[in-house]
Each structure stands twice: as structure tokens, then as C-alpha cells.
């Protein structure tokens, strides 16, 4: 077997952008709520005017960092965002079966595990489907392991029955 020379096609490079594009993402989101609260401080009138001017540099400083993040994360990030922003629409139940899809169960497996219909499992998988714009479950897969979704999956009232 020959190993290719160009680290870029390694197996370990990508996982490392793929950190790299989830680390971006959520300094992103973070360093813009931080931002959002404090343009809402700012906007209080009764905050003395040297407050409100040194609230301004800050929210000035916070705009730039977010701007670099942007500029310097790959593309996969901007991905990631999208991927995560259709996914904010999946119910409970499609979490969790996106979740058993990322670990291959097939839809009788899945349709156990959840204690439902195999029939039920489709319309979840569908819905899911349609939701996160792709066309069959291994995009769905592909696409929530290449941009982290399940990281960022609501875990309460989840039903785990492999014991994690």
C-alpha cells in the first residue's frame, strides 16, 4: 500500500480541519452572543455616557475578532453554521433517529430501539431528510459527521438505550 505524499488527503488532516472548522464555529456564536448582550447594555439610557462609549469599543473590538473568525475559518465552518441553523427545525424524535443513523442501525433496528413502528421511523427519517435539504441518509450522515451536528443535538428526554 502506498502512502500518499500530499498530508492534506490524510485521514488525520481532515479531522483536524474538521476541529478546527467546530472550534471557529462556536468562538463564532459565542463571541456574537457576547456581542448581542452588549449592544442590549448599550442601549440601556440610564448607563453613564462613559460606560456606554467604552461599551462601544468593546463591541467594536468583539465585531473585528468575529469578522477574522469568519475570514479565517475554512469553508466546512460556513457549512457547519447552515447545517446546524436547518437542523435548530428537527423534533426530538428526529434527533434521535439521526442520532441511531450516524451509527448504522437499519430502520427495523432503529424502529426497536425507539419502541415505534418501522413506519414511523421512515416518516421521522423523511422529515429529517427534508429538513437538513438532503436527499438520502447517507448525505445525512455524511453531512452531521463533516459539520458536528450531533454536538450541538438537544440531549434532554433523549432515549438512550445502549446505556451512554
Known amino acids: 500500500m502506498q502512502r500518499s505524499s500530499d498530508r492534506r488527503r490524510g485521514p488525520g488532516r481532515r479531522a483536524e480541519d474538521q476541529r478546527r472548522a467546530e472550534v471557529a464555529l462556536l468562538l463564532e456564536q459565542d463571541l456574537t452572543a457576547v456581542s448581542d448582550l452588549v449592544g442590549a447594555i448599550r442601549a440601556d439610557p440610564a448607563l453613564p455616557e462613559e460606560t456606554t462609549r467604552r461599551l462601544s469599543a468593546v ?10 473568525t469568519r475570514e479565517a475559518a475554512p469553508a466546512l465552518s460556513r457549512e ?16 434521535q433517529c439521526l442520532d441511531l443513523l450516524v451509527k448504522g442501525l437499519s430502520t427495523d433496528a432503529m424502529a426497536d430501539a425507539l419502541t ?28 452531521t459527521t463533516r459539520t458536528a451536528l450531533l454536538a450541538s443535538a438537544p440531549r434532554t428526554g433523549v432515549d438512550r438505550r445502549d446505556g451512554r
Open 80 to 95: 457547519a453554521a447552515d447545517a446546524h441553523q436547518l437542523a435548530s427545525h428537527l423534533t426530538r424524535r428526529e434527533w
Open 116 to 143: 415505534v413502528s418501522t413506519t414511523t421511523v421512515r416518516t421521522h427519517v423523511q422529515a429529517l431528510l427534508a429538513k437538513l435539504g438532503v436527499h438520502s441518509r447517507l448525505q445525512a450522515v455524511a453531512l
Open 59 to 68: 463591541d467594536r473590538e468583539l465585531s473585528r475578532i468575529i469578522q477574522v
